[in-house]
């Protein structure tokens, strides 16, 4: 029994936007994938950390959610940038249910619980959303799904999936460092970072929580092992 997390799978068995366009980090990425959740047992619990499936909406994720049921393991999804199926905790839920996943389920403003952990997450902010109007806004609702997510642990030691880096060379966002700082979460896994852009990733002990990124081409496609 172990924890795993992973975060880019970008899955995309119905909607045609396969990343193997993205060179030979890619390739044949959805059986390598197959290959490493195959090792995985029912006892194990996998995170996945955002940009899960390229859906557009969760009819179109289905086959994606199909391919990761087919696993044993019992998965927990945070919400990233590219997952525009995501709807409300509660829509998607029923859509698990109605379609029979039984490993699936979401991290949002909730937490889950692995041993004496709390499994806290949502998709986080970074740069790319200054880009945009309301940014403030859209800031302010990340920071209060964070805390919620944080508060649910109720004391517990917290591990934190988010998919987007809270902090990067030349980057760093202090609503989101403050809460991790002050609950406190003792590691902080993220995703998002492709190709060029992992060399910037930072990693490591940083105000008492050790940050590591998980992206599936960072990885491997093989998941990272959290804690037994
Ligand atoms: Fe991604
Ligand atoms: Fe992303």
Redesign the pocket.
């Known amino acids: 029994m172990a924890l795993y997390a992973i975060?880019?799978l970008?899955l995309s068995l119905t909607a045609n936007k396969s990343m193997e366009v993205f060179g030979p980090a890619w390739e044949n990425y959805t059986a390598r994938i197959g290959a490493s959740l195959g090792q995985l047992t029912a006892d194990d619990v996998l995170i996945l950390a955002g940009?899960t499936s390229w859906g557009i909406s969760l009819e179109e994720a289905e086959a994606d959610f199909r391919f990761l049921d087919q696993f044993p393991c019992k998965k927990y999804l945070v919400k990233?940038n590219?997952d525009y199926w995501w709807s409300t905790a509660s829509k998607m839920k029923s859509f698990f249910t109605e379609k029979g996943f039984t490993t699936l389920d979401v991290l949002h403003n909730n937490c889950a619980f692995y041993g004496d952990y709390a499994l806290c997450g949502t998709r986080g902010w970074f740069l790319e959303e200054d880009q945009k109007p309301h940014n403030a806004k859209v800031l302010n609702r990340e920071v209060g799904r964070l805390e919620t997510s944080l508060k649910a642990a109720e004391g517990r030691p917290i591990l934190c999936f988010l998919h987007y880096p809270p902090l990067y060379q030349g980057y760093e966002c202090p609503e989101i460092l403050r809460l991790l700082a002050a609950y406190p979460v003792e590691r902080c896994c993220y995703?998002?970072l492709?190709g060029y852009a992992i060399k910037r990733r930072l990693e490591g002990e940083r105000n008492g929580t050790a940050f590591s990124l998980i992206?599936a081409d960072y990885l491997g496609f093989v998941p990272k092992k959290i804690c037994e």
């Open positions: 975060g880019d970008h940009d990233g590219h995703g998002h492709h992206s």
